[in-house]
């Protein structure tokens, strides 16, 4: 039986952020790609040893906000223009000032539910189950005070003592099966 | 006046030569167990049960005025000609200017990295969620018929009518229906990485269930944290001008009208203003307590407390720039309707209402704010921020009662006198926000648990691992 089949990977557990960066940081160079970082709060440099920096969640916001603009003002104008025309003290139809502000709401509105809901897509949450909530040390560490590192064992790299043998060499906590 | 030597202020944490935010000694562990343990404890205080009883008998009132008012018509009320708007839409004003200082504290201070805000966000966006609740009844209320509220909405229709966008209140229903749905979400989003420290947490069963539902599977995984992070900051960033533009629709419902002391320029910035400085009030009349009953003074220190009394001094004397261009204008306007209103507002019948407008919105508020020993002294700010909130709901009612009430014509003078519904549905919204208010306090964290972790000098990559950042450094 090879170990891809019941192993999600390998989870190393550090004590401090610093610990848990420079461990990253050579897994990385020793050639793991598919690895990630469980900490209790946003750790830059964790997400730069992983060389992660890009997210799409601003240009989805972008493409948000560009829509709820385009919708409210062109869906003001069909309505007063052609749908239900009514004469407002003389003014124009077309009086297109006073259509911003609904438009102007409705930018932040469509930017800020895109935001929020892209974030979560992109995250693929919600996702109530995932192997890494078996292991043991897991949940009372990765959302209190513990950092931890996951080599997963989807990685061509991945071997089971191998790995294990290389996350020992970085002082760690504990190094841990996590089960699929 | 003699300033401390840095070096001596307690204040300052040794280690990094900043202002320390919150008290030293704690760790991530201490300062989770803390937070989370206010909620997930088996032992309810007994005060919060007698506070929630005498709230939900508060809120009462409100569901007896509503349903009194859902049958008789709005013809209970004191609204009457010239008198058309009275309380709903004073309270209204009122609350969404309470619920701005939360918007502000989560949004515009996170862009400007004031790191201070972090252990009061939560709760001040929490004030602003329940604050928006309150203010939307009333306009709904004061439909005259409510039931058909979904009519303000744009949306097709067999009766082929649409609204009318060429109106202010058709813009308001934009910007609160807005306002109240990014308030909801920031807040939401901002409390899921603490769900899941409750769900990890939680020893009930049916706890550890409906947290893990909330937290919808947050790992902590840095990714996550990435995009996490970068949602917080356009949210942010989408909040600030919304907050900024929510009051400015609210003043534009006054300020369109051709209206003498409602038909000024000047009423957006002004409104926004006092919004802010009410809100901050509100934010410390809420602190204050909750500091005390939680023993919360670690993480709510007393830096958090000058600091809020400082951004009311501020706006505080915005607002009373604002008081003073009204009194210019009425003269330098040389308009014959201007003066008469704004004699009127000052010495007409309702003059007692504007001078102790002045008193506890400016007199009281901008002459003793500048003392730093009171901007430390508790009690004081406590009373202070009742007074303020006094002050802003006066301003509102100003506003709205003596610009209407002596009318063009003579012939057409009336008074506005409020009923006893109209004080039963504004006291009701008090409990009915104390209700929810404390609902939250018990089951969400009210401190935000990973952002207080943040504030930590252990999360410094420094100590032991100042090679971390060299091969981090080296390898890009």
């Known amino acids: ?180 | 006046m003699a300033t401390k030597s840095p070096i001596d202020d307690p204040r300052i944490d040794p280690h990094t030569g900043e202002y320390a935010v919150i008290a030293p000694g704690h760790t991530f562990r201490s300062v989770t167990q803390k937070i989370a343990g206010l909620v997930l404890t088996s032992n309810t205080p007994l005060g919060w049960f007698g506070g929630l009883t005498v709230a939900g008998g508060v809120a009462t009132l409100l569901v007896i005025a509503m349903t009194w008012l859902f049958v008789k018509g709005i013809g209970i009320w004191g609204v009457t000609i010239p008198g058309a708007w009275g309380f709903a839409i004073i309270n209204f004003v009122w609350w969404i200017g309470i619920g701005h200082a939360g918007t502000l504290i989560s949004a515009i201070l996170l862009l400007f990295k004031q790191t201070w805000r972090n252990s009061i966000n939560r709760f001040a966006e929490a004030m602003t969620i329940f604050a928006v609740v309150c203010a939307g009844t009333f306009p709904l209320i004061h439909l005259g018929r409510p039931w058909l509220g979904y009519w303000l909405f744009p949306y097709p229709n067999t009766m082929n009518l649409w609204p009318q966008f060429r109106s202010p209140l058709a813009w308001d229903v934009f910007a609160v229906s807005t306002y109240a749905t990014i308030s909801v979400v920031f807040w939401y989003i901002g409390m899921v990485p603490d769900f899941g420290t409750l769900r990890d947490r939680a020893v009930m069963p049916f706890a550890k269930y409906m947290y893990g539902l909330l937290s919808m599977g947050w790992r902590g995984s840095t990714r996550h944290w990435v995009r996490y992070e970068s949602a917080s900051l356009l949210l942010a960033g989408l909040a600030t001008p919304l907050v900024l533009s929510v009051h400015t629709v609210i003043s534009f419902d006054f300020a369109v009208a051709a209206m003498a002391g409602w038909h000024t320029t000047i009423f957006p910035p002004y409104f926004v203003a006092g919004a802010i400085y009410s809100g901050f009030a509100m934010v410390l009349t809420l602190a204050i307590p909750i500091r005390k009953f939680y023993h919360l003074e670690d993480l709510i220190t007393l830096r958090h407390l000058d600091n809020m009394a400082k951004v009311m001094l501020g706006t505080g004397c915005i607002v009373g720039y604002g008081y003073c261009m009204e009194v210019f204008m009425a003269w330098y306007s040389a308009s014959h309707w201007e003066f008469f209103m704004m004699w009127n507002r000052m010495f007409g019948p309702m003059g007692w209402a504007y001078w102790l407008l002045i008193l506890s919105n400016l007199a009281i508020p901008l002459t003793t704010l500048w003392s730093r020993k009171l901007r430390v002294n508790v009690v004081y700010l406590f009373v202070l921020s009742l007074i303020v909130n006094t002050g802003m709901w006066l301003e509102r009612f100003v506003i709205v009662v003596t610009s209407l009430y002596r009318e063009y014509l003579p012939s057409s003078w009336g008074t506005y006198r409020a009923t006893k519904w109209d004080y039963m549905t504004f006291v009701g919204t008090w409990g009915l926000f104390t209700f929810l208010f404390l609902l939250f306090v018990r089951f969400l964290p009210i401190i935000p648990i990973s952002e207080i972790r943040m504030m930590l000098p252990q999360t410094k990559i420094r100590p032991g691992g100042a090679d971390a950042e060299t091969v981090v450094e080296e390898t890009l």
């Open chain 1, 1 to 180: 039986m090879t170990p891809r089949e019941g192993i999600y990977g390998l989870l190393a557990e550090f004590n401090t952020p610093a610990e848990l960066v420079r461990a990253t940081e050579q897994a990385h160079r020793a050639g793991f790609r598919r690895m990630e970082c469980y900490t209790p709060y946003p750790v830059e440099e964790a997400a730069v040893a992983l060389r992660f920096h890009k997210t799409s969640v601003p240009l989805v916001c972008l493409l948000g906000g560009v829509m709820g603009m385009l919708t409210a003002f062109l869906m003001e104008t069909w309505i007063t223009l052609w749908s239900y025309p009514m004469n407002i003290a003389g003014r124009p139809l077309f009086s297109w000032p006073a259509f911003i502000i609904p438009a102007y709401e409705w930018t932040i509105l469509f930017a800020g539910l895109s935001a929020a809901f892209g974030m979560l897509a992109l995250n693929g949450l919600p996702q109530l189950y995932h192997p890494l909530f078996n292991a043991p040390n897991f949940r009372d560490g990765a959302s209190t005070d513990k950092f931890f590192l996951c080599l997963e064992a989807t990685d061509p790299r991945f071997s089971i003592l191998e790995t294990r043998a290389l996350l020992e060499q970085l002082a760690p906590v504990s190094v841990v099966e996590v089960d699929l």
